[in-house]
């Protein structure tokens, strides 16, 4: 094995360690922390000795257990700063949830995953899912299909691969056919729904955050509750929600993201 691939070989099993302490929401033990993992006892002591001495995770030697350091929490804010939309879009959002009175979402996709990059609640909060930092599902979610259906085909068969399809409620889509299918309705459209597809009662109407060339930037939602709204009443903020997203793309494209897309044919 050459350096190069030996080198990627165990960053990639640190970072996975770094994720497994993370997922567990709190500081975990050792032991714990080796039921979990795949690797063996001393491969993991290793790591985890390796990680906490350059601070990627800390130790608290009363309680004996471990968990995310201080320098990932500076590395995160600075990702945050320089990779995520959530700095250009923050008062466009802000202003869009004064507007509408709901809960607006701002997203990107992480890999297969969409990941909650800020969050502005209502006026009166509901209890959700979705917090910025969160990964959630690409497949069953309003800001996650309408950025898969931005997607050029090779991107999105890998994606699609990637899905679960499990059905958290009963109008889950759960099959790549019913996916692709409301995917061609978002492009036909232009945005989308969360029909209670992730979360019992929970609905959006979400739209594409794209450059003038077509490059998917990230999406947001306008969402609320089937206890104070409805779809048909979301979707009347189109316009809105729309106008917002051009103006984040056109600030995007001025400051962090600017349109290296060129179109077919040219």
């Not at 050792?30 to 690797?39: D, I, P, T, W």
């Amino acid at each position: 094995m050459s350096d190069a691939s030996s080198s990627a070989g165990t960053v990639g099993k640190a970072l996975e360690v770094l994720d497994l302490v993370g997922a567990q929401g709190r500081p975990v033990r050792f032991a714990e922390l080796q039921g979990l993992s795949r690797f063996p006892k001393a491969t993991l002591y290793r790591f985890v000795q390796t990680l906490t001495n350059e601070g990627m995770l800390s130790f608290d030697p009363e309680r004996q257990t471990y968990g995310l350091g201080i320098r990932l929490v500076r590395m995160a804010h600075n990702a945050w700063e320089q990779s995520s939309l959530a700095p250009i879009a923050r008062r466009h959002i802000e202003a869009l949830s004064a507007q509408v009175g709901e809960t607006v979402h701002l997203a990107q996709l992480d890999h297969a995953q969409v990941l909650y990059v800020d969050k502005v609640n209502a006026r009166e909060p509901l209890q959700m899912y979705s917090q910025a930092g969160k990964v959630g599902p690409a497949y069953c979610t309003g800001v996650g299909k309408v950025m898969l259906a931005y997607l050029d085909e090779d991107l999105l068969a890998r994606v699609i691969e990637q899905q679960s399809f499990h059905p958290f409620t009963p109008h889950t889509l759960n099959t790549e056919a019913k996916l692709r299918d409301e995917l061609k309705a978002i492009q036909n459209r232009g945005y989308g729904f969360d029909r209670e597809e992730h979360e019992p009662g929970i609905i959006c109407v979400a739209h594409p955050i794209l450059t003038p060339g077509g490059r998917l930037l990230g999406a947001l939602s306008v969402t609320s509750s089937t206890g104070r709204t409805s779809l048909t009443a979301l979707e009347e903020f189109v316009p809105i929600i729309k106008e917002t997203a051009n103006a984040i793309s056109v600030e995007a494209a001025q400051w962090r993201f600017p349109d290296t897309h060129q179109p077919k044919g040219s």
